[in-house]
């Protein structure tokens, strides 16, 4: 085993303090069934929860696997160097107060130095929970009961973790383990240990922040080496993304957009509650990775139907229309009242025919359905009987087996689907959802596209100060990386802007230079025809100097294309309606550099105004091979300032059937 792994599945467990956290640590262990040596440690106690207590850790009989210390931030310092040098296996360091503190970061340096090269979880955490070796280096109350093989769990905050391990949806949880701080041991170097054992299904994670980027990209690709797919719950706004706000972009992309784009990279499926998270790794748990979102969805009612549908239309699911081979099938079992349709509604002519029930069950799924679910409300068992539904639990059984396609059991609210029922469906391979709308989040996660791996993300850092560059000169940056800029000169003076004009030809632009948003501010003129409406145009701005260029006609449609530099994240491209649209229709998309060809033509396809990019209504359509191609330049001017640019933003790009043209931009450098 490797080291983390000797503090994850320990064979023997020291715990360090006498408060009642550490009993707690011991009654867990005890309760859990760990099979292992628990030696308590405490200088003046002789019994810590009701076990003899050691004077020192150097009165061990041996260097402890696993190491719980329960005691104040200065004196756990002390104990893990100790532990470092007499070989243990590992700790938690169950103390606050360390870097997520003012007066803490030289404490943070020290407790570093002290661990060497001995795994240390935390510090600020409760530790770890494993149910399939039954470990519970964990100083309070939890939900897990042991299991052979089941999902991990890992989360930077203990009380989520512990709320998690409460569930009772059916569940198995094989981990649950927090990070705290991260002060050694990150969320996604912990997982890399976790994810390999045989026994592990899923994995799922709660984060707060990302850390170490390149960590979480070993990780997704371990993922999809072994085939176990992941799920996070990414929570708040990172600290450390301290984005500029005089562009569109930085308000587009904020931190979000980027936590979006980085999981959306590595293939890491991203909900939006607890119980969606749960929900997923149930699926995941179950079936795996949904090949897509294609649902079949049968109820005897109207009312379950009708909501399913309209949720399932909100996640993006889809229902396949019934085949005519199912048409037949299913009105061989169901009266000519039952429309046939999917969703179902199969009425309750055949409630407690289990056979007919496995019939239009079968019938419902096939090749060119992913998931085909049964909802199925149960009653309270404690006041009432369940034996019909008990048929119909079978009846599904019988159908997952007769067809070997995946099925679901849905409860329209969790209450209504015991965690008892949830249970036996995990053991048949079905997998048992609670809730509608977290149902159709869940699936539709489940789903989502598995990428290919990329090349490493483009680090970003952060600035101690910004310089935004002239307009002018941004263009021909840019332009010398083959980017297509009209015809122009900038620095002009008031006295010359018409002589530019005549040079130029007409009709041409003129703008104000030193102005952000330039068209809310009267900025920018368009469309002047001649030397008169120049220099008028130049009498009505407030600026020193001009930029003239030529005006581009023939727009098919203007889009936006900024990069931020995020420390968080990375250097996050946002694709979105550009030009007076960006702010009204907030019609944006984002990615993380470097990118490819085919994810730039995949974001363009999922913008509003895509309809326009490709020709609405007969129009004619715009240069998508120039708009990619701008991208990608642009890409490349990016990666060769990675060390200077704080953000840099093209709005418009104005998009014609012929070209992809810079009519303004926006580049801000940083200083360190």
Known sequence: MSDLERLLRPRSIAVVGGGAWCDSVIEQNQKIGFKGHIWPVHPQKDIVGGLPAFKTLADLPDAPDATFIGVNRTATIGLVSELNQMGAGGAVCFASGFKETADGADLHDQLLAAAGGMPILGPNCYGVLNAVDRVALWPDQHGLVPVERGVAILAQSSNIAINLTMQQRGLPIAYTITAGNQAQQGLASIAQTVIRDDRVTALGLYIESFGDIAAFEELAQLSRALGKPIVALKVGRSQESQLATISHTASLAGSSAGSDAVLARLGIARVGSPAALLETLKLFHCHGRLSGTRIASLSCSGGEASVMADTAAQYGLTFPPLTSQQTDTLSQHLSSLVNLA??????????????????????????????????????????????????????????????????????????????????????????????????CEAISAACMSLNQDHQPLLRAQGFATTTTVTEGDAKLALATYGMDVPKSRAGVGRADVVDCAEKIGFPVVLKGEGVAHKTEVGAVKLHLADAAQVRAAAQEMQAETFLVEEMITGTVAELLIGVVADPAHGFVLTLAAGGTLTEILEDGQSLLLPTTDADIRHALGQLKINPLLIGFRGGEPANTDAIVDAVLRLQNFVTDHADEITEIEINPLICTKDRAIIADALLVKGTT
Not at 347 to 375: E, N, S, Y
Not at 398 to 408: C, H, L, N, S, V
Not at 421 to 437: S, T
């Open 342 to 439: 999917n969703p179902l509604d199969y009425h309750t002519q055949i409630w407690r025919d289990k056979a007919a029930m496995t019939a239009v069950f079968a019938a419902m799924t096939g090749d060119d359905i992913d998931l085909a679910l049964v909802v199925l409300d149960f009653p309270r068992l404690d006041s009432c009987t369940a034996d019909d539904w008990m048929i119909a639990i079978e009846a599904i059984e019988d159908a997952a087996i007769q067809t070997g396609r995946p099925f679901g059991v849905v409860g329209s609210i969790v209450e209504n689907l015991p965690e008892a029922i949830a249970k036996r469906l995990l053991g048949a391979g079905i997998v048992p959802l609670c809730d509608f709308g977290t149902t």
